[in-house]
């Protein structure tokens, strides 16, 4: 009798840290299970900021080096945004920088985000948003590889697929809404490819022609 008193509240306590023992077990597998990977890309959005001196005639010859001369320190790029907050809204102010933007490529943006301090009059401010992807707490090697009894996807599980996407995308935002067309299919845009294999003269052929008409 003394042996079966002293046994049952032992076995009820084995019981209990093994039920505490697969509960912390179940939580851990239901947080990874799957294959969608908990270290996804995040997008970090930066604005630059410059502020030019503006007349009636827009921005003068040294304003537009300047523009240009920070354009070229900044390494303007494609996915860069260019925005001009002009609290005159002069259309030969954004004319300008419209041209200057457009030598490397860049559309001038419609509205402007928001930037710290206001703009002084007779002042205009161009502003550039950049975005950067990367994907943070990778690597992640916090499993400890013990046993996997939930089969749930290690802790560093996607991050050299995603880390490597962050990197190569060329345009970050793009993993935020992708990219988006006009609908409208450009003839000449679309055969470039087409046309410059058409035109091109195939390589070595010229010097086999030649050696064969020696040859006859």
């Known amino acids: 009798?003394?042996?079966?008193?002293?046994?049952?509240?032992?076995?009820?306590?084995?019981?209990?840290?093994?039920?505490?023992?697969?509960?912390?077990?179940?939580?851990?597998?239901?947080?990874?299970?799957?294959?969608?990977?908990?270290?996804?890309?995040?997008?970090?959005?930066?604005?630059?900021?410059?502020?030019?001196?503006?007349?009636?005639?827009?921005?003068?010859?040294?304003?537009?080096?300047?523009?240009?001369?920070?354009?070229?320190?900044?390494?303007?790029?494609?996915g860069d945004r260019v925005a001009l907050d002009d609290p005159l809204e002069s259309?030969?102010?954004?004319?300008?920088?419209?041209?200057?933007?457009?030598?490397?490529?860049?559309?001038?943006?419609?509205?402007?985000?928001v930037t710290p301090g206001y703009v002084d009059p007779g002042n205009a401010r161009v502003v550039i948003t950049r975005s950067t992807a990367s994907?943070?707490?990778c690597p992640d090697w916090s499993d400890t590889f013990a046993s996997n009894l939930g089969n749930e996807t290690r802790s560093n599980f996607g991050c050299a697929v995603n880390s490597n996407l962050a990197a190569m995308v060329a345009d970050p935002e793009h993993l935020i809404r992708g990219a988006r067309g006009s609908g409208e299919t450009v003839v000449m845009s679309s055969n470039k490819a087409i046309d410059s294999y058409r035109t091109q003269a195939p390589t070595g052929m010229k010097g086999l022609t030649t050696n064969a008409t020696g040859g006859n």
């Open 1 to 78: 009798m003394m042996r079966n008193r002293m046994t049952k509240p032992v076995a009820a306590a084995i019981l209990l840290s093994l039920g505490m023992t697969m509960a912390g077990c179940s939580s851990a597998s239901y947080e990874k299970r799957g294959l969608d990977s908990l270290h996804q890309p995040v997008v970090k959005r930066t604005n630059y900021t410059i502020d030019l001196v503006t007349g009636a005639g827009g921005l003068s010859l040294p304003e537009q080096r300047r523009l240009a001369g920070w354009f070229e320190a900044m390494d303007l790029r494609y």
């Open 91 to 113: 259309p030969v102010t954004r004319n300008v920088v419209s041209q200057i933007a457009g030598r490397y490529g860049i559309l001038l943006a419609e509205g402007t985000p």
């Open 135 to 137: 994907v943070p707490n």
